[in-house]
């Protein structure tokens, strides 16, 4: 198990894989690397199909009577629906530029995560079964047939793949593993063939507004507890209002933030920025959860969790939607949002109230992203900022994947961070941006029973972090994803201890001079500032 | 097993077309019948496979970001690796088919002493540029084959193609490209263990038939001469759709025709199609507008989904005990 192997030899790696054919190789599933199964009632909750008990490690996995046929028939409906699959399934050449772009196989060595052959486990089905040349040739049409050990090989790998789409950036053909993940899983859930570290959520998150499933009182209380701790650290007490009528804004957030250090602290610094600017926005109990576990079930279930967002914008009646951070969100709200639930016409073209600025690139969706909304702010000096007190923090930043290669929000945290920190350290250039490496924990595998999977995944991350933490000594990797401020923390603790988390809106609120604040001795995390303490006297 | 099938597969069209090729009842089979259907099979099945991709439809606006996204005014966008605009399209995926962008960006990852570094790979880039570019070359150059008068344009490749002068007929360039660039491509397959683990029998098979065909296009130009003047009457009346075939024309030109023959054949069914499939991809050839610009699906359906009133009617009594707005008290 992962926790009793050390660092040392974990990064015993062999990137050279056997000589035998990864068809002669049946799927060897190692505890550590996978999550539990769903439990039968949370798929129930939300009427997904073939709910049943059954454990990886059996031989018997107990699926439906009809799999085969509905595998089948799922992927013919899908090749159908989606270019991307059909084009996906067909133009492979096998070059291997993708090979080793996956944080998994640079982590594992394991030679069926290189992105070609997570493809290749279906393609290869689609050949056999699909193709007249695979129905007939077979293996020597490189095809082969859907068994059950092909369900476990499949499931195994594709829940083996964070959808980060890395190696997509640089497929000559632009062929994007993780869309064949995303159809692929599509089709595993059809079967009943989800983990529950995803189904909870996305039970939770239809019926009572979000993954943790924080009741409104629970969620209200949350937020309120945080605000105590402003006012202790701060000396300020905020109000912010909830389910309001009328607010110019909706912000919606993950839910995550409400919840767990250290994400807690940039939902402190999101109050801390709406008090300063003097926002006139709500929070909502209903549409309590931006991030979509949805979208790693089916894209119908994220079409579901999504609905929210726009029914209560429409509902209170506000103006525009402002949206926190978060990685897999914004691929949702950036490339399905507007296609699963709008025209969003009942929205204005969302306008920053403070600076005036018309925020062009979200005008269809009317969401905007809190780090371009807070780029704007800065960029026209409307936060009081005292960038000194984060000079005991030498950061670097995590690119979600999301953000970076299915949005392109590369420069906006940037300017924030720079903005409220004296210490800004890039990390190299193969590691960031759009070729950032993923935390190994996106996609829903986050869970703690893979912690082995997780620790190898975000590998090739924490190496490029270890890799500025000695150089530059660098202790705080900031990062704008919900996921990532989960799953970093442990990533740092094994990889790179001495280098902590923290979200791009919490560096911004610790350098924030807030109108009547007390003498500001204290991080938002309660932690003496370095050379405040003296100060907390007078 | 690939590797084997694979030669094997080519060795045997080779033999049958040398018999083909040397039986005078037969060329006309070989060098009319077989190019014929080669090609029909080449352009319907082309055409059918890309028409089967479009009605595929692109129910979301997928692009791989690459740059920096269309923001604020200040931010400066990466306009072709993050196009907002259809020019920014048209030039992303004219440098993706022109000088294959995407790999050039690759990187190699290796382990050293526990850290992975990044080394730059141009390789696989260099030698699928040759690869392509001198088997397009080529394949322009047989046009004054094909056609008479030859157009200028043809002659003008021709003449820069052979500029090397060496020896006489000239020496192509694009000749020793083509052979340099597929061997390297079929060689990295085989020494690689990585690649060679990914490989399938059709991989191995169109390079190794691409590999037939340049040879056999070359021992025709400079060693076992034919007779350029039967080819081209040969060339000309399948062009013209006058097919005869001259006495006395060598059999390699039968072995060259029929591999052809049957890489246009075999072009439609397999992963050569990726020249179609990359012009349809929708993670390149999409504008990244999408919070701009509604993109609509056209299977969209509607879902179920859990309303604020069911929400509400769940809730209600501990929404008002915690002081939460409700609809209905
Ligand atoms: S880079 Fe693209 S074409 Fe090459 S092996 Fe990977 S998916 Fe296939
Ligand atoms: S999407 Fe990411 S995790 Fe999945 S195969 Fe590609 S690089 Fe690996």
Redesign the pocket.
Known sequence: MAKESTPKEMQRIDYNPPTKGWMDTPVNIKPGMYCYPAKPEKIEDVGMPNPHKWSVTDEDWHLPADWKETFLEGMRDRLQKHRSFKIFMD?????????DKCHFFLGTGDPKNM??VR?ELLRSVYRGEFTKAGRILGRLAGGRKLTPEVIKELWYYFFQCTECRR?SL????G?D?AEITIIGRELLNLLGLNINWIQEPVSNCYRIGNHLGLQPRTYKENIEFLLDDIETYVGIRINPTFNRKGAEILFATPSGDVFADPGIYTLMGYLMLFEHIGLDYTWSTYCSETGNFGFFTSLEMAKRLNYKIYAEAKRLGVKWILGGECGHMWRVIHQYMDTFNGPADFLEEPVSPITGTKFENAKSTKMVHITEFTADLIRHGKLKLDKSRNDHLRVTFHDSCNPSRAMGLLEEPRYVIKSVCNHFYEMPENTIREQTFCCGSGAGLNASENMELRLRGGFPRANAVRHVHEKYGVNTLACVCAIDRAALPALMNYWVPGVTVAGVTELVANALIMEGEGPRTKNLRGEDIPGREEAGNV | MGITVSLGAVLAIVFVALIGGSTPGLQYVFGVFLPYVAFAVFLVGFAYRVINWGRSPVPFRIPTTAGQEYSLPWIKQAKIDNPSTLWGVLIRMALEILVFRSLFRNTKAELRSGHIVFGPAKWLWLGALAFHWSFLIIAIRHVRLFVEPIPAVVQALDTVDGMLQIGAPALYITDLLLVASVTFLFVRRVVIPRMRY?SLPADYFPLLLIFAIATTGILMRYFIRVDIVGVKTILVGLSTFHPTIPEGIGAIFFVHITLVAVLMAYFPFSKLM?MGGVFLSPTRNLINNSRMKRHVNPWNYPVKVHTYEAYENEFREQMKEAGIPVERE
């Open positions: 133009i492979c050449v096998r070059c291997g530029a993708c090979a992105p070609v493809a190696c640089f497929c000559p053909y062929i593993t | 990914i990726h």
